[in-house]
């Protein structure tokens, strides 16, 4: 029944190593999105896709890849992880109504990644 | 670009006081939205305010946006231990959204 669920909840990893994060929701929306949100809580949004193309793409760095397979699902992919790269990561679903500004965004469970 | 300051950062109060977090913009805002995350959860919608001047109440939740559309509060009556978190506005600004930094709210029993 989870409306937007995201695998693993917690990741624990080496510096350099790369990750995945999955993300799917079952509430038939059009938008999804990555935020990070950091130790003061600070939420940041990273990438927006609207039905599997990138539309808000934030000064992240390229070491960042989402992919979006099918609307349904947005994957974050994470290269050569860095110590910086702790936090945790929010996925988000929003179906357009009258524009981004303002739809109600739902958000998952969250992934709290620790770089040792 | 824009941006949403939002005060207090930290808020403690006695179970019963009141509790308020204030969002301010220098530019003139299309909408807001307030959103709750709970210790450990995920942040969770609670309202959207459109027009000048509007009003809106759940139970012991006051949501106002300025007249100016520039500002926005959240005013919580006789804090409950259930009201612990963190609450963020959101707005958006030539599409993309931001959030306040957050305001969290503890209670003591």
């Known amino acids: 029944d989870t409306a937007v669920s995201q695998t693993p909840k917690y990741l624990v990893t080496q510096m350099g190593n790369d990750k995945s994060i999955k993300c799917e929701q079952n509430?038939?929306?059009?938008?999804m999105y990555w935020y990070k949100q950091d130790s003061k809580k600070f939420l940041k949004i990273m990438f927006s896709y609207n039905n599997k193309e990138l539309i808000i793409n934030e000064t992240v760095p390229n070491r960042f890849s989402p992919k979006s397979p099918d609307k349904a699902h947005l994957n974050l992919h994470i290269n050569s992880l860095e110590l910086g790269d702790s936090a945790v990561y929010f996925c988000?679903?929003?179906?357009?109504?009258?524009?981004?500004?303002?739809?109600?965004?739902?958000f998952g469970p969250g992934t709290r990644l620790t770089v040792l | 670009g824009q941006q949403v300051m939002q005060i207090p950062q930290y808020q403690h109060v006695q179970e019963g006081e009141d509790f308020t977090t204030y969002c301010n913009s220098s530019t003139t805002l299309s909408n807001i939205q307030w959103y709750k995350q709970r210790p450990g959860g995920h942040p969770v919608f609670l309202i959207q305010l459109v027009k000048s001047g509007e009003v809106k109440k759940q139970k012991r939740l006051t949501f106002q946006f300025g007249e100016a559309k520039k500002n926005s509060s959240l005013h919580i009556t006789a804090t409950q231990t259930t009201d612990v978190g963190t609450y963020f506005c959101r707005t958006s600004n030539t599409g993309k959204l931001i959030f306040g930094q957050g305001t969290t709210l503890q209670v003591k029993p």
């Open positions: 988000a679903s929003s179906q357009e109504v009258q524009g981004p500004s303002t739809d109600t965004q739902y």
């Open positions: 509430l038939g929306h059009d938008t």
